[in-house]
């Protein structure tokens, strides 16, 4: 395995269990579901943790999809691992990005993230249409 490779699965795994997979559970336990949370929501204001938990993926995840997207890790690598659970998680938490971009200014704000976000978005409708394609085949030759 190449070193890049490897490199992308220690650093995902480094980020997923000091902060993505605690934000998620947190999530469910606070909302009974990944659900998307804004800065106005009363179960965000009065929740220290969440903030906390919320603040370190982002600063985790910024640095992770800057190194994506500049080729030092990996992405197919990364999405294998977690394109689907990282998709859902940034829609949860779009609404907060968007906030403090407003709130300090700061329009640059895990825009790296982002990025990498669409970027994830493209590879999974692009797999699906690959999918759909490969699953008509395979019913017409079954039928035939």
Not at 38 to 58: C, F, G
Request: some cysteine.
């Amino acid at each position: 395995m190449s070193g890049k490779k490897q490199s992308t699965i220690e650093f995902y795994h480094s980020i997923s269990n000091d902060s993505g997979l605690p934000l998620r559970d947190l999530i469910n336990k606070t909302y009974g579901s990944l659900e998307t949370i804004t800065t106005s929501d009363e179960k965000y204001k009065d929740n220290p943790e969440i903030k906390e938990k919320t603040r370190s993926y982002l600063r985790n995840m910024e640095r992770l999809a800057a190194g994506i997207n500049l080729g030092v890790y990996d992405f197919e690598v990364f999405y294998r691992l977690s394109g689907e659970p990282t998709i859902q998680l940034y829609k949860a938490i779009m609404p907060l990005i968007e906030d403090r971009r407003k709130s300090t200014d700061a329009i640059s704000f895990c825009i790296e993230f982002e990025k990498l976000y669409h970027e994830l978005v493209k590879r999974k409708q692009m797999g699906q249409s690959y999918y759909s394609k490969m699953k008509k085949e395979l019913g017409a030759v079954h039928h035939s």
